[in-house]
């Protein structure tokens, strides 16, 4: 986790109240990703960014928004959540260019609960 | 066909034994494969990164990829009580996301 913090680290909202997670890193990777973990479904992809301003869509992106405005903090933003985003969120980094990056180093993770 | 498909477990494996996780995948272009460790309540870490086909080592770890067979492996020798984790195995192909297995809850038991 050397290198990266996410915040806040738990988290309890009401159905219907926007969210912001942010993503902090120290090692000044270009790109950076936010993913969700649940039982049965493993890891998958929200939106991730390569580069600041620059973000993109991921498997499971409806309901989330991202925003980049400097190279170490990505955000990531339940417009109005719902209680089927109740999940642990990580944000990772990686310092390839593209999407094809080899690896990825990922934070704490954030757990949400949506009631 | 899933596109990587692994074994959710839980395995459990006396202190000492050879442990072998495994991985299926379905794409042939998957070229880079990872190994990750998750341990309870925290983030996947890499563990283990092998480009291709063959094997690599590192101290009691080795990951082995058969790319003809769409397999991948990774053996932990001398197993410890601190290896009981999720291991997500990982891997891409070249301009292409990484796709994660769903991984495989591994207890050692002392």
């Known amino acids: 986790d050397a290198g990266i913090t996410q915040s806040p680290r738990h988290k309890v909202t009401e159905t219907g109240t926007p969210v912001t997670l942010r993503c902090h890193q120290t090692?000044?990777?270009?790109?950076m990703y936010w993913y969700r973990q649940d039982p049965g479904h493993g890891l998958r992809l929200i939106h991730y960014s390569y580069g600041v301003k620059d973000t993109d869509k991921g498997e499971v992106s409806d309901g989330y928004s991202v925003s980049r405005s400097k190279t170490e903090d990505f955000l990531l933003t339940l417009e109005s959540a719902t209680s089927s985003q109740t999940s642990v969120y990580f944000c990772a980094i990686s310092s390839y260019s593209g999407i094809s990056t080899d690896t990825q180093y990922f934070g704490p993770g954030t757990r949400l609960t949506v009631l | 066909q899933k596109e990587v498909e692994q074994d959710p477990g839980p395995l459990s494996v006396p202190e000492g034994a050879i442990v072998s996780l495994n991985c299926t995948y379905s794409?042939?272009?998957?070229?880079?494969f990872m190994w990750y460790r998750q341990y309870s309540r925290k983030g996947p870490e890499l563990l283990m990164y092998t480009y291709s086909s063959g094997n690599k080592e590192d101290g009691r770890f080795t990951a082995q990829v058969d790319k003809s067979s769409k397999y991948i492996s990774l053996f932990i020798r001398d197993s410890q009580p601190s290896d009981s984790a999720t291991y997500l195995c990982a891997m891409k192909a070249r301009d292409d996301k990484i796709i994660f297995g769903k991984g495989t809850r591994l207890h050692i038991l002392p």
């Open positions: 090692e000044n990777h270009r790109y």
């Open positions: 794409n042939s272009a998957f070229q880079y």
